[in-house]
């Protein structure tokens, strides 16, 4: 499993959150520098990763390879409504047998959420690329991983030993930086 490469991808407000009190991700927190930065990532990578409610829909999304957590399945199973999808329970079936039934041994993984998958992978990311928008605040939101707000997402990447390189700024008027948290 060492060929394959796992990346996650969030964008959080100030206050650390990825989705509001009403557990949608606002217009608030979109931002075209952003976008293109997540897309252009996306269209890279060999597999997405996510929760049921985390599909990125965009233009290219269907040609995505995916796979889907949800517990409406046992271990693995085709995606009836997406041929480039396999449904997943990680209480049935193992990350390393869901990457091989969805046909890819090798190449990079893209992780986008929600908090409970990306603190699955927390021990395993090669970097996590955290976009933040600092003038957004979403008070009683979602944080972006288990324990945030109690700690920063921050706090939490750190904790798993991933440490911050340079940050690239993405969207100049709304102060808008990604960072990428590499393992040490
Ligand atoms: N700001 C950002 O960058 C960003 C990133 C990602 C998501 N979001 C936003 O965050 C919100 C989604 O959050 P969410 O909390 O609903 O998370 P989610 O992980 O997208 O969806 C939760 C669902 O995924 C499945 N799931 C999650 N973990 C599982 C596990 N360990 N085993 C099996 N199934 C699992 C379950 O599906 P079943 O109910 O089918 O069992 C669960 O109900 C959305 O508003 C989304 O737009 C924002």
């Avoid at 952003?34 to 997405?48: C, N, P, V, Y």
């Avoid at 999304?61 to 949800?70: E, G, V």
Wanted: proline share 8%; aromatic share 8%; net charge neutral.
């Amino acid at each position: 499993m060492a060929a394959l490469r796992i990346e996650g991808y969030v964008i959080v407000s100030a206050d650390g959150m990825l989705a509001d009190a009403s557990n949608v991700m606002p217009d608030d927190l979109k931002f075209e520098g952003d976008k293109a930065f997540f897309t252009a990532a996306l269209d890279r990578a060999d597999l997405i990763v996510h929760g049921r409610n985390s599909y990125e829909d965009q233009p290219n999304s269907p040609r995505r390879k995916r796979l889907i957590l949800t517990r409406t399945v046992r271990s693995l199973a085709p995606d009836p409504a997406n041929p480039n999808a396999t449904l997943w329970n990680p209480e049935g079936a193992s990350f390393e047998v869901a990457c091989g039934q969805s046909g890819t041994g090798a190449g990079t993984v893209a992780v986008i959420g929600g908090p409970n998958v990306f603190g699955m992978f927390m021990d395993r990311y090669d970097v996590f690329w955290l976009s933040q928008a600092p003038r957004v605040r979403l008070p009683d939101g979602e944080g972006c991983f288990p324990g945030v707000p109690a700690r920063s997402p921050q706090q939490v990447l750190a904790s798993h030993g991933l440490r911050a390189g340079q940050s690239q700024m993405l969207d100049p008027a709304a102060g808008v930086t990604v960072t990428p948290w590499r393992r040490a």
